[in-house]
């Protein structure tokens, strides 16, 4: 099934306000067609498929520590529902899926991979599916959401997973204010917190002050991953000070400044994760790490099978390996070291030749996907500390020209051979209200048009073509930004065209963590990052998610984004279209009919248009990844979206990967 058909799902469910059961028994994809495993509740899939599963199987390894005692059987560490994958074919167990990471704890090509969901968008990003939850209801006019759990399911060390756990999350992190300070505010619907009510053991219900079309959107976004909603409240009780008197003692003795500080640190997942103890609900556990590694290992308890009844993952272990640069990873891929890699190493278009003529010899495919990303997308920093830049940053007549000044048809012909299209930064053409001129808004290449909007300004050039500040001082910026996150000549080219308008433009790469770093602190004269969650399901996510302005990938306003978080209390009130453009997503949050979502919608994007809070490049290239021949059950049909709106290697179902 195609992407426009399934989009008719999106719009139906955020404009829907009650639903009586979520989940339509329907098959979303197709596993022959893609490769890629389709995933069910049990229920639907026996209801869809006409098929029982009549027992339950798991990995050698585990079977011996059953029979040692050691583990209770698999049937009573599933749920009574476990996730149903479908696959292509039934795996083996065992061996390991080895990556690449450019620093200690820099994301690699597993995070996503090992992360599960509350709830997960489908592969195409119109629809979502069951993941960690089985079922939802959208009652009250929209403002009351319930969420029923899977029973029996179980977190690493074998206890339970509860509506506690999601409470704990709720009362204890968020709203403790030593811990949780600002409320985020995508939990603020309405100018009103959120209200986490239990109703048993395995049913959730929240309510909201307004109807919340959003809320399945932000539920199958990533940032609701495990320890930002579900969490393992017995563990974490034990470093909270208000169910452990001696806490902060503990925390002050095992060098942290205070409970706080070890309580943060001690939930941290990802490539930042140092606690091998914390559990986890997903398919495979941190063990630990060394000066060169990050060590993973199957979790006994993960609460999904295949359609035959065997326990997933099929693959017993994983290896980060820590390397020192880009090179060595490329190296490694062509060395047939690695069982996959993507964006995590920076590959881009410009690496294609060179992999695809060592498919061979490093016994691995370069499969092409849509990139579900604009690549690229520059954001000028209009609460500059310097107050002169600042205002010049924050005239939309600045922003105009300095897009108008970018050739996106070269950036295109060099980095993406072609592949790309070029365009201004807005929502993906599929969503359903969409307006075409969008993308072509101030993004012709136009160098009479650029200088004639920065005369216009009064940026005169001085004698050496350079163009004058209002105080006399030449107009000069630098761009930083991510190595291995956005291609070198982009920015090159882009700092080069900027320079022929009279703009005196440096170009920095710095390291992805130290780039974050600076932006979160206002520090950058402009944020440079690719650009995600434009499909319509990602794009309507309450608090402007990707789209804050402090944002630290993408920033234009820390001082905007901290008082829009903080609901006034902190920062600065943003004034003119910046406030325009906040105050109109809120509005599009809280659209009550299907006029109102379609209006307001078009209101947003609109602004962007006119604006340019977000300069774009180009669009949708495909994107080369590689993966190792040695691995079954991965994509056969590379015509599908990869990105963050699809939830990367996620997307791609790799718990159902085995070693053949």
Known sequence: MKRKLLGILVVALLLSGTFATAFAVEKLWSVEETGIAEQYNLSDYVELYGETIKGYNESPYLAELVAAGKLPPVEERLPAEPLVYRVNEIGTYGGELRVNSSAPTAFSDVEHMKQFLPFRADLYASA?????????????????????????????????????????????????????????????????????????????????????????????????GEYNFIVPSEYLKTIHIDYNPNANEEALANGFESWVRAFDAMRQVEGAQQNADIPTLGPWMYTGRTLTQRLYERNPYFFAVDHEGNQLPYIDSIVVDIVPNREVSIMNILNGELTHAGLALGITMEDYPVLKENESSGNYSVMMFDAAALQAVFTFNQSHKDPVLAEI???????QAMSLAIDRDEINDMVYFGTATPRQMTVQQDASFYKPEWAESYAQFDLDRANQLLDEMGLKRGPDGYRLRPDGERLSIVIQYALTFVPDTVVELVGGYWNRVGVDTEVRGIDRNLYQERGSAGDLDLGVWNIDRMFELRSYITGMDHLAPDNRTKVWSVPYGLWYSSGGELGEEPTGVAREFIDA???????????????????????????????????????????????????????????????WWGALRGVTWYIK
């Open 128 to 224: 979502v599916v069951p993941e960690y939850f089985r079922d939802y209801t959208i009652t009250n006019e929209g403002k009351t959401l319930t969420i029923f759990l899977r029973e029996g399911m179980k977190w690493s060390d074998g206890s339970p997973l509860t509506v506690d756990d999601i409470l704990f999350w709720w009362n204890d992190i968020i709203l403790n204010d030593e811990l949780t300070p600002v409320k985020p505010s995508r939990w603020r619907v309405g100018g009103e917190l959120a209200k986490f009510s239990k109703v048993d053991d395995y049913t959730l219900q929240i309510d909201f002050a307004v109807p919340n079309r959003p809320i399945m959107a932000l539920l199958s976004n990533y940032h609701m």
């Open 393 to 399: 940053f924050s005239d939309s007549r600045f922003r």
């Open 585 to 647: 997503f809120d509005s599009w949050h809280l659209a009550t009919t299907d006029e109102e979502y379609f209006e307001r919608a078009q209101r947003v994007w609109d602004l962007q248009a006119e604006h340019l809070f977000y300069i774009g490049t180009v669009a949708f290239p495909k994107l080369p990844v590689v993966i190792s021949n040695k691995l079954g059950n991965t994509p056969i049909n590379t015509d599908i979206p990869h990105g963050d709106d699809t939830n």
